[in-house]
Nanobody, 126 residues
Framework: QWQVVESGGGLVQPGESLRLSCATS????????IGWFRQVPGKEREALSC????????KYQDSVKGRFTISRDSAKKMVYLQMNSLEPEDTAVYYC???????????????????WGQGTQVTVSS
């Protein structure tokens, strides 16, 4: 049975950092690209970043470029999202998702991802 479980969310002040983790199991991790998304109540889910199955390609939306860093650890089947210089506008539920894909590239479209976690809340407030 596949699992995708996010952790690491919490309440931080503006300018602080958080590292989100995404633990995966039940599928061949190295065949899957991973994406991070977030959603604010009442708004559509927003793609933030993705990393290719072999980790060679990473992409970032303009809203997080330069502040967030995605990475993956094949041995641990984990993906991370390091979030620095957090802003109140980053407050949202953050989701990790996995989508089977060849070794090259990753995409933002939600239809590219089969396995989704339940999300972890990130709140940025003073």
């Amino acid at each position: 049975q596949w699992q995708v479980v996010e952790s690491g969310g919490g309440l931080v002040q503006p300018g602080e950092s958080l590292r989100l983790s995404c633990a995966t199991s039940g599928f061949t991790f190295d065949y899957y690209a991973i994406g991070w998304f977030r959603q604010v109540p009442g708004k559509e889910r927003e793609a933030l970043s993705c990393i290719s199955s072999h980790g060679d390609t990473t992409k970032y939306q303009d809203s997080v470029k330069g502040r967030f860093t995605i990475s993956r650890d094949s041995a641990k089947k984990m993906v991370y999202l390091q979030m620095n210089s957090l802003e109140p506008e980053d407050t949202a539920v953050y989701y990790c998702a996995a989508g089977i894909r060849g070794p090259v590239g990753c995409e933002y479209g939600e239809s590219e991802y089969e396995y989704w976690g339940q999300g972890t809340q990130v709140t940025v407030s003073s």
